[in-house]
């Protein structure tokens, strides 16, 4: 069974750049879709980024796309999340999360979660 820690959290202001890290453990990591999401306080958790196990497909959410980019580094079992031109509303704790990859914009398709890593953008 997988098992996802994220870590590279922190605060940073607007306009700056930040990266979050998932590692897992158990399982094969190539086979897994992993996808980001991330929950403000008081919000429903939001989808934000996902990506297949061999790295040819990536997804994301509207309000990111164009300045957030997923990859990973299999050999390392890790998960990245590169965040460009960050924004007051990112502020969030930002969670990994394997799935299915049938509808990866869905909290419901991901069977695994992280405990989740707090990112905070200041004006």
């Known amino acids: 069974q997988v098992q996802l820690v994220e870590s590279g959290g922190g605060s940073v202001q607007a306009g700056g750049s930040l990266s979050v890290s998932c590692a897992a453990s158990?399982?094969?990591?190539?086979?897994?879709?992993i996808g980001w999401f991330r929950q403000a306080p008081g919000k429903e958790r939001e989808f934000v980024a996902a990506i297949t196990g061999g790295s040819l497909s990536t997804f994301y959410g509207d309000s990111v796309k164009g300045r957030f980019t997923i990859s990973r580094n299999n050999a390392k079992n890790t998960v990245y999340l590169g965040m460009n031109s960050l924004k007051p509303e990112d502020t969030a704790v930002y969670y990994c999360?394997?799935?299915?990859?049938?509808?990866?914009?869905?909290?419901?398709?991901?069977?695994?979660w992280g405990q989740g890593t707090q990112v905070t953008v200041s004006t």
């Open positions: 999360a394997a799935g299915y990859g049938a509808n990866w914009r869905k909290t419901a398709d991901y069977y695994a």
């Open positions: 158990g399982g094969t990591f190539s086979r897994y879709f």
